[in-house]
């Protein structure tokens, strides 16, 4: 918030919000298998369903 807010009050609470996020560890990552694994099961849910729009959403995540 700048120091020009209209509410004081508010831009407090926002500030409070702001420093209590807790931002994940910049170590945190996927090994490749891990993400052939999820891919694999994404698509075999998507072409074990009858409804073809959860194959669609499947393929979007995976291009995601």
């Known amino acids: 918030m700048n120091t020009q807010a209209r509410d004081p009050q508010f831009a407090n609470y926002i500030n ?8 994940p560890d910049a170590t945190f990552t996927i090994k490749p298998w891990e993400a052939v694994t999820s891919v694999v099961v ?3 849910e998507a072409f074990a369903s ?3 729009a959860i194959l669609q ?3 979007n995540g995976i291009a995601f």
């Open 42 to 44: 994404a698509l075999y």
């Open 16 to 23: 409070e919000i702001a420093e209590s996020v807790q931002w």
């Open 57 to 59: 959403h499947a393929l």
């Open 50 to 52: 009858p409804d073809r």
